[in-house]
């Protein structure tokens, strides 16, 4: 089955999704850059990171310490 749309109109479409699919991609990598921008990422969790750290720390101690004394 042959379409009776114009070569033209077909090539204008498809120029048009590849221009808006390059979009979405650009727009998806910056998204993607600045969620997982290590430094920002980093600054937003620093305290809450150390806290986790520091009952990890604690508990490993007592752990480790519960195995040498008696």
Same mark, same amino acid.
């Given at each position: 089955m042959t379409?009776?749309?114009?070569?033209?109109?077909?090539e204008e479409r498809a120029a048009t999704q590849?221009?808006?699919?390059h979009n979405r +991609?650009?727009?998806l990598r910056s998204t993607v850059n600045e969620r997982l921008d290590a430094r920002k990422v980093a600054r937003e969790y620093l305290w809450p990171a150390a806290g986790v750290t520091? +009952?990890?720390g604690l508990?490993?101690?007592?752990?480790?310490?519960?195995?040498?004394?008696?």
């Open positions: 379409s009776h749309i114009p070569y033209e109109l077909l590849r221009r808006q699919l +991609v650009v727009e520091a +009952v990890i508990l490993l101690g007592y752990g480790i310490t519960s195995i040498f004394t008696d």
